[in-house]
């Protein structure tokens, strides 16, 4: 199989993620649970991986990293725990439903919602979210990279147009955290949301959140903390404030893994890697008749993501030919992102996203680009 779905999840992991979570199910107990020796390993760890978020996303305190099970719980938190009714929000067109499904039940509680559109090119700018602000406006939420069209957009001066108001900057980093650079302080973010099993590399239910330091969020869910057990109200201090329950240890220690992998390799040689197959790609299929791409393919420093349809042909059936006839694997349908499919017109027919990791090779996207021309000739 060839696979060129890593924007749903990486799948070819480093040998030493596999390697740290075998060897995390044999050894680790329940992480701040007990004061032998396999729960104080586990606590350890886990504060470990911590540090090395932390580091990676410049941020100023390990304690503001909270850990989750992926961006979808991390992305709910932050919606529900910031926003309150008379509240109004700014998000656009290309977030996935982790972010618009919660802010539809927030409307339901009275908090205003703004939806940028996009551009021709699938692209949303700084000076859209500055035009949309209101008296009330406490929050600028957006992925920081489409999962759809794998557009970039400019967070940084995003967040520095909240910063200068007082409005807090929320960002969704699934399809960019262990590719791009971020630097939550350089670039004005007050809460970054990331999964774990995308272009972090790491195992599936890990995630996390960081939240500026100075910036409450409400838990989404309070238990069990490990600490101030006869208290009526969950602890408030992070980041065990939003952290009730068992944490995936298991998981977060091949995360930790994964993170020091991705430190040795550099995120400058993977991220023009991927791009530089990405570039051969849409090349190879951008001129072919009856192919539509879909993004903003002005700049090369974006997602290595291509998403395309051929002529009328529903997404579905050239995603199972791809796979049935040439072993190609790669995620048709609507993305989770229906905002963006009805700015495309493609909400019938969907689309079908190639997208692409460091671990293909030219040879893969060669039979790529093949395969796609026959099924439109």
């Known amino acids: 199989m060839i696979y060129f779905d890593n924007a749903a999840t990486t799948m070819h992991k480093p040998e030493t993620v596999i390697h740290a979570v075998a060897q995390a199910l044999n050894s680790l107990g329940n992480a701040g649970r007990g004061a032998h020796e396999a729960s104080l ?5 886990i504060y470990g991986v911590r540090e090395r978020i932390a580091d990676f996303f410049h941020g100023e305190d390990p304690s503001r990293i909270a850990f989750t099970s992926n961006s979808t719980e991390s992305l709910n938190t932050a919606v529900k725990g910031i926003l309150k009714p008379g509240d109004h929000v700014v998000t656009t067109v290309l977030e996935h439903n982790s972010v618009l ?3 539809y039940e927030m409307e339901e509680k ?3 919602v703004t939806i940028l559109p996009c551009d021709e090119y699938g692209m949303v700018y700084p000076e859209d979210f500055t035009r949309a602000i209101r008296p009330n406006t406490k929050a600028f939420i957006c992925t920081h990279g489409s999962n759809l069209t794998g557009n970039v957009l400019d967070v940084q001066s995003i967040g520095a147009a909240a910063r200068e108001r007082g409005i807090l900057s929320v960002v969704d980093a699934s399809q960019t955290a262990g590719v791009f650079d971020i630097d939550v302080q350089k670039m004005n973010i007050d809460i970054l949301c990331f999964t774990g099993h995308k272009g972090l590399l790491g195992p599936q239910g890990t995630g996390g959140m960081y939240v500026r330091a100075g910036v409450n969020v409400r ?5 069990g903390s490990g ?3 006869f208290e009526k109200k969950h602890p408030s201090q992070m980041p065990t404030a939003l952290e009730a329950g068992t944490l995936n240890g298991h998981g977060l220690a091949g995360l930790g893994a994964a993170v020091d992998y991705l430190n040795r390799q550099g995120l400058s040689f993977i991220r023009a890697k991927e791009q530089a197959l990405m570039k051969k790609f849409y090349l190879g299929v951008r001129d072919i008749p009856g192919v539509k791409v879909y993004g903003d393919f002005r700049t090369m420093d974006r997602c290595a993501i291509v998403t395309l349809n051929i002529r009328d042909y529903d997404s579905g059936e050239v995603g199972d030919a791809l796979y049935m ?3 190609i694997a790669t995620r048709t349908g609507a993305h989770c992102a229906p905002l963006m499919h009805q700015a495309l017109g493609t909400t ?3 689309a079908v996203r190639f997208s692409f990791s460091h671990f293909n090779t030219e ?3 060669q039979r790529g680009i093949e395969a796609v021309r026959e099924l439109a000739e």
């Open 41 to 45: 390993d586990a606590s350890r760890n």
């Open 101 to 103: 499904r919660p802010l």
């Open 110 to 112: 009275r908090v205003e």
């Open 219 to 223: 838990p989404l869910k309070s238990g």
């Open 227 to 229: 600490i101030k057990t």
């Open 325 to 327: 006839d040439y072993g």
């Open 348 to 350: 019938e027919q969907g």
């Open 363 to 365: 040879e893969e996207i």
